[in-house]
Structures are given as structure tokens and as C-alpha cells.
């Protein structure tokens, strides 16, 4: 199949009051992480923080199409997904403060955000080892009959893992319900593709597992949506797994540890131009007649439930001691 033209002709417009929906989503997760960083350069971070900053649109169309029971396996860049699934800004702050009050009680951290009651089944940190756990949600999916759909994210540089290979690889032997969508951000750590992979586009690895594919740049949050949702409904009615390769690009560093000085700012000046908030901006505004006073509006909204998160997770304690060891083993009963 064509990779260009895979969309089911689901229509790709949004609505005034959906693509409001959709902006302020990707808001919510932009003012998120700017107060995160800040938050990391005040030291009360520790360890990994991985911004998601430019990659927004992807989050936020993929938690507009999850039915209850759809699963969301993905890396450590998780912050956009459990905001945009609904998770409370100020639970998952007081996580990445690594507080007693945190999405799973400070244990976690940035890169372990989980909320089973939203579908958020995981941020891994091992690259490429959260596609077979993925292929395992699938695989139950399908065995129990729940009619759910399995969205497996990864970065491009997971593509060069084994065990990426594994996961895949059953999913189409098995026809599971599972999306994979590989968020190509040009760069792993520092290494650009060029240097990564041998071929510049990554889906032509899916007939080999018996997948189709979709391979698109990301620049409108809406057409982002459309495309996923053909991908997700070929995986709940028909077990049709499909590899999705979604161009985009991360605007800070690998981590907030990297000045980023592989690249240059003509590169980066070139996506910003682009960037799909910005872009979600001026289609309120030239499509559905919204006034810069109604933007900013939404803009003082969105920052404030954002600094009343950060204060949220000032509060929380530290978390019991013994706390720590409470995941390490099954309990009984
Ligand atoms: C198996 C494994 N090898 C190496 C690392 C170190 N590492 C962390 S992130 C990363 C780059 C991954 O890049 P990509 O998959 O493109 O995702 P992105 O960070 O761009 O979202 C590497 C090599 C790791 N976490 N796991």
C-alpha cells in the first residue's frame, strides 16, 4: 500500500470548538514542561528530564481517539501523554519532584509516569524494551476479547534495537490490535538518522512484518489525529497492526542535561516555523474568528493551572522510606 495515502478518509478538519480542544491540549503540555524546566534548573529535579516540546501534537491527537480500555505504551518523553490522557498536572509535578503525592508516589520519576485508570500503561526508559510489553498488552487484548487497541510509541533510534524487531514481529505474526508509531525527531541523543539508519524511511520494514504503514510530517494536530485514528480502527476491527512513522521534531535538548550543538538553528528556526501549536494558533484565528484576547485567555489559564502544579508539588512531602520497596514484589492476595 501507497505510504502517502493510507488514511481511511476520516476528515481531516477540525471544528472551531475541537481544535480549540485540541490547542489547548497541546498548551497545557507546553506550559507543563517550561515549568518543569524551570523547575529542573531550580534543582528540584533530580536525575532525567526529556521534554516533549514540539512533539505535542502527537500526544494530544492520539488521547482524543483512545476508547476506555485502549492502551498507550511509551518512552521515557511520556509527560505529553499522561497530560493529554488526563492525568493531574500536579500529581504528575509532584512525580517528577519525586514526592509522596506523585502519579506513582515519587517512585518513578519524568520517565515512569503510569496511570493504569487512563490508559497510560507506562513510560519506559530501556530503549525499544517496551515494544514486546507492547505486543504483550496487544496479544491479551486480543486473547480476551476487549476490543481494545494497544499504541505503542518510540523514538526513531528504538528502530535499531532488537527487541523493537521482537515485538513487531509478533504483532504481525499474531495480527494483533497494536499501533506502532515511531516518533521521528531526527535525532537520538545526538546521532542524526543519516548516521542511525541505512534507509531514510522507516516504514519500509512493515510488509517484512506484514504491516501496513502511514509516514507523515507532523505539522497540524488535526491531520495527526485522522491519520492515527485509520491505524486505529484498522487494529480494533479488523487486528490489522499498522507502523506509523510520524515526522517531528524536538525543539530542547535529548535531555536537560544537552545544549543540543549537533544541530543548527536554521534547522531548528525551520521546524519552530512550523511548529503545530503556533499553527493551531492562527487556524483559530483566520479559520474560527478567534480574537488574540480569547488566546490569551486561554494562555493565562493553562499557565496558571500550571503554576498552581508546580505549588502542588512544593507541598508534597517526601515519600515514606518504605515506600520504596513496595513495587519490588508481587503481594499476595
Ligand atoms: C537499550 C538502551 N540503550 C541505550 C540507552 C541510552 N539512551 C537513552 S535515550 C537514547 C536515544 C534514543 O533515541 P530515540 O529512540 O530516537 O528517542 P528520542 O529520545 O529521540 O525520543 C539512548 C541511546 C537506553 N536508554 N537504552
Same mark, same amino acid.
Given at each position: /500500500?501507497?505510504?502517502?495515502?493510507?488514511?481511511?478518509?476520516?476528515?481531516?478538519?477540525?471544528?472551531?470548538?475541537?481544535?480549540?480542544?485540541?490547542?489547548?491540549?497541546?498548551? %497545557?503540555?507546553?506550559?507543563?514542561?517550561?515549568?518543569?524546566?524551570?523547575? *529542573?534548573?531550580?534543582?528540584?529535579?533530580?536525575?532525567?528530564?526529556?521534554? *516533549?516540546?514540539?512533539?505535542? @501534537?502527537?500526544?494530544?491527537?492520539?488521547?482524543?481517539?483512545?476508547?476506555?480500555?485502549?492502551?498507550?505504551?511509551?518512552?521515557?518523553?511520556?509527560?505529553?501523554?499522561?497530560?493529554?490522557?488526563?492525568?493531574?498536572?500536579?500529581? !504528575? =509535578?509532584? #512525580?517528577?519532584?519525586?514526592?509522596?503525592?506523585?502519579?506513582?508516589?515519587?517512585?518513578?520519576?519524568?520517565?515512569?509516569?503510569?496511570?493504569?485508570?487512563?490508559?497510560?500503561?507506562?513510560?519506559?526508559?530501556?530503549?525499544?524494551?517496551?515494544?514486546?510489553?507492547?505486543?504483550?498488552?496487544?496479544?491479551?487484548?486480543?486473547?480476551?476479547?476487549?476490543? @481494545?487497541?494497544?499504541? !505503542?510509541?518510540?523514538?526513531?533510534?528504538?528502530?535499531?534495537?532488537?527487541?523493537?524487531?521482537?515485538? =513487531?514481529?509478533?504483532?504481525?505474526?499474531?495480527?494483533? +490490535?497494536?499501533?506502532?508509531?515511531?516518533?521521528?525527531?531526527? *535525532?537520538? /541523543?545526538?546521532?542524526?538518522?543519516?548516521?542511525?539508519?541505512?534507509?531514510?524511511?522507516?516504514?519500509? %520494514?512493515?510488509?517484512?512484518?506484514? /504491516?501496513?504503514?502511514?509516514?507523515?510530517?507532523?505539522?497540524?494536530?488535526?491531520?495527526?489525529?485522522?491519520?492515527?485514528?485509520?491505524?486505529?480502527?484498522?487494529?480494533?476491527?479488523?487486528?490489522?497492526?499498522?507502523?506509523?512513522?510520524?515526522?517531528?521534531?524536538?525543539?530542547?535538548?535529548?535531555? =536537560?542535561?544537552?545544549?543540543?550543538? *549537533?544541530?543548527?538553528?536554521?534547522?531548528?528556526?525551520?521546524?519552530?516555523?512550523?511548529? +503545530?501549536?503556533?499553527?493551531?494558533? %492562527?487556524?483559530?484565528?483566520?479559520?474560527?474568528?478567534?480574537?488574540?484576547?480569547?488566546? #490569551?485567555?486561554?494562555?493565562?489559564?493553562?499557565?496558571? #493551572?500550571?503554576?498552581?502544579?508546580?505549588?502542588?508539588?512544593?507541598?508534597?512531602?517526601?515519600?515514606? +522510606?518504605?515506600?520504596?520497596?513496595?513495587?519490588?514484589? @508481587? #503481594?499476595?492476595?
Amino acid at each position: /500500500m501507497d505510504n502517502a495515502s493510507k488514511s481511511d478518509g476520516a476528515s481531516t478538519a477540525a471544528s472551531g470548538e475541537e481544535l480549540a480542544h485540541l490547542y489547548r491540549e497541546m498548551l %497545557r503540555i507546553r506550559r507543563f514542561e517550561e515549568s518543569a524546566a524551570r523547575a *529542573y534548573t531550580q534543582g528540584k529535579i533530580s536525575g532525567f528530564l526529556h521534554l *516533549y516540546i514540539g512533539q505535542e @501534537a502527537i500526544a494530544v491527537a492520539t488521547a482524543d481517539l483512545l476508547k476506555p480500555g485502549d492502551r498507550v505504551v511509551t518512552t521515557y518523553r511520556d509527560h505529553g501523554f499522561a497530560i493529554a490522557q488526563g492525568c493531574d498536572p500536579g500529581k !504528575c =509535578m509532584a #512525580e517528577l519532584f519525586g514526592k509522596k503525592d506523585g502519579l506513582v508516589g515519587g517512585v518513578g520519576g519524568s520517565m515512569h509516569l503510569f496511570a493504569k485508570d487512563k490508559g497510560l500503561w507506562g513510560g519506559y526508559a530501556i530503549v525499544g524494551g517496551h515494544v514486546p510489553v507492547a505486543a504483550g498488552h496487544a496479544f491479551a487484548s486480543k486473547y480476551l476479547g476487549d476490543g @481494545a487497541v494497544t499504541l !505503542c510509541f518510540l523514538g526513531e533510534g528504538a528502530m535499531h534495537i532488537g527487541a523493537t524487531h521482537e515485538g =513487531m514481529h509478533l504483532a504481525g505474526l499474531w495480527r494483533l +490490535p497494536i499501533v506502532f508509531c515511531i516518533e521521528n525527531n531526527r *535525532y537520538a /541523543m545526538g546521532t542524526p538518522l543519516s548516521r542511525q539508519s541505512p534507509v531514510d524511511d522507516l516504514t519500509v %520494514r512493515a510488509p517484512t512484518y506484514r /504491516m501496513v504503514s502511514d509516514r507523515f510530517v507532523v505539522r497540524e494536530v488535526s491531520e495527526t489525529r485522522s491519520r492515527l485514528k485509520a491505524a486505529i480502527d484498522r487494529a480494533r476491527n479488523e487486528n490489522q497492526p499498522t507502523l506509523v512513522e510520524l515526522q517531528t521534531y524536538r525543539f530542547r535538548g535529548h535531555s =536537560m542535561s544537552d545544549p543540543a550543538k *549537533y544541530r543548527t538553528k536554521e534547522e531548528l528556526n525551520s521546524w519552530q516555523a512550523n511548529d +503545530p501549536l503556533h499553527r493551531a494558533e %492562527r487556524t483559530l484565528q483566520s479559520d474560527h474568528g478567534f480574537t488574540e484576547a480569547q488566546l #490569551e485567555t486561554i494562555d493565562d489559564e493553562v499557565s496558571e #493551572e500550571m503554576d498552581k502544579a508546580v505549588a502542588f508539588a512544593d507541598a508534597s512531602p517526601q515519600p515514606d +522510606p518504605e515506600h520504596r520497596f513496595k513495587y519490588h514484589l @508481587a #503481594e499476595e492476595g
